[in-house]
């Protein structure tokens, strides 16, 4: 009868031992929401050869694929798949809603917004006039000894090109000053919020530290968002691209950013409007190179790696989600070139 006891006992805690190693083996799925910027009859920025839709689009499939390929443990969705606007929306901002809507729904970990710049006059360059001498008119007002010569100054003009050289990539994260509409968002979408579902948890509305909880959720957030986008930038210019910064558009924000309960960013990939750039984000190679970068962030950012720091000048914030550097904070800070 002991020996029984005693080898049930051996196989509950063999198979609890097994059990344990098993979970522990297994990485969660993460769920990362790919959002090619635009679409149907918003084709976002002209370029040359190519819209901005066809671009972000092109390089989120690629992004998709590679995921799918390379990070089992990651399921990617997107908010589009075609030329459309998410959800056949009818117009831009009910886009823009399906598309926060979409990831929070999917309980994403992650949301990837792939967009390309703008700046300028025009994509590839303008002509611009400017004087370059004068010529002198001669007329004569009066008659006899009234006669009068009058010498005229007419501007001698030519015409030159402008290049449109504005380049590079730049990486928004949500602007600091919708943290309510991102703690909302939080509240009401997050792994916070599954926690919050459980219908035997009272959560009264208001409550100090359910609005803590959030607090502290949505700081968290903004951290993940800061290193992913870090992360982005640094692969970018590992490849030689210009690295313009991470980024806040202090205006009117970044609705797909601030709506959406989980770390999020959005990727300009390079300039539209210049013509090399252009050019390169159409190309096979260019798009493979981007793509790469940013699924090399991604796979560092779920291995919880940093971007390398020079010096011991890095500030570690004490739930061991990032280092960050005071002069990226103030990076993040500096203005965009264009509203996307
Ligand atoms: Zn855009």
Known sequence: MLKKTFFSLFCFFTALTILSFTQRDQKPIKTIIIDPGHGGYDQGAPGL????????LALSLKLGDKIAKEMPDVKALFTRATDIIPGNSRDKNEGLRYRADFANKSRA????????????????GWNERRI???????????????????????????TFWVHNHAKGTETFIWT??????????????????SYADDSSIIMPENDPVINAMKLVYTKKYFLKSLKLAELVQHEFENTGR??????????????VLHA?????????????TNKE???????????????????????????????????NDAEVVNDGTSAILQNNRKQIFKKPVVLI
């Open 260 to 272: 959406t309960g989980m770390p999020s960013i959005l990727v300009e990939a390079g300039f539209i």
């Open 277 to 311: 750039e252009e050019e390169y984000m159409n190309s096979s190679e260019g798009q493979e190179e981007i793509v790469n970068s940013i699924s090399n962030a991604v796979k560092k950012y779920l291995d919880g790696l940093d971007v390398p720091r020079k010096g």
């Open 242 to 255: 210009i690295n313009r910064g991470v980024k806040q558009r202090n205006d009117i924000g970044i609705w």
């Open 176 to 193: 600091a000053k919708e943290s309510a509409h991102k703690g909302k968002m939080v509240g009401d979408h997050s792994e916070f919020a």
């Open 132 to 158: 370059v001498g004068y010529d002198e008119k001669i007329s004569y007002r009066g008659t006899g000894k009234k006669k009068r010569k009058i010498v005229t100054k007419i501007p001698i003009y030519e």
């Open 49 to 56: 050869i190519s819209t901005e839709a066809q671009i972000s």
């Open 109 to 124: 970990d992650l949301f990837i917004s792939i967009h390309c710049n703008a700046a300028g006059k025009a994509p590839g």
